[in-house]
């Protein structure tokens, strides 16, 4: 009986650290591309980037990140004068996980809003 408890336990174990492998990297990837989106936010909403050139921006550091996003996705609304109004930034995602009888989505909504002093 206590061999079949430490074979139990050891499988829990693997099953946890295989689970956390697979689930671990979407979000973390999640998170740096939401810190990259506050940070383009925090610097558009003072510079004169059409929202063209923010969109692009983003869009090239989900690549990096290896995020599946198409350009069309990622929404930039500026409101207000440039460098003087607000910004917000919009890139929902979904991320396919393909666990052993269990695959799922992970659906991500990485946005922010970002106004100016002014």
Partial sequence: MTALKAILGIFVIVAAVYVGAELVPAYYANYEFEDAIKTEATLATYSTKSESDIRDTVFKKAQELEIPITRDQVRVQRFGLQGTGSISIEAPY?????????????????STKNKGVF
């Fill in 94 to 110: 979904v991320v396919h996980v393909e666990l052993p009888g269990y695959p799922m989505d992970i659906h991500f909504d990485a």
